[in-house]
């Protein structure tokens, strides 16, 4: 995964704002609660696991289809 958890960002009055105050932030102001910050983390979370095990899938995907092709007289 990306392991991008550093939400920083400046404030109004020109500051930086770091740590808890900023990931607070972002997932109440940015993301508008918990559980759409739960679903970026659960989207991104597939979605490495889709890439990266993509090989696997597709090799099981291709012998289904091979099984199903074959047919018993």
């Known amino acids: 995964m990306s392991k991008n958890n550093y939400y920083s960002y400046t404030n109004g009055n020109g ?3 770091s ?3 900023a990931f607070n932030h972002y997932v109440y102001s940015v993301k508008d609660g918990i559980q759409d910050y739960n679903d ?3 989207a991104e979370y597939i979605t490495h696991f889709v890439s990266s ?3 696997i899938i597709a ?3 291709r012998k289904k ?3 199903s092709n074959f047919k018993i007289v």
Do not use: M, N
Request: glycine share 16%; net charge neutral.
């Open 19 to 21: 740590g808890a105050a």
């Open 53 to 55: 095990h993509s090989d």
């Open 59 to 61: 090799e099981g995907l």
């Open 65 to 67: 289809a091979q099984r």
């Open 15 to 17: 500051k930086k704002v």
């Open 40 to 42: 970026e983390i659960g």
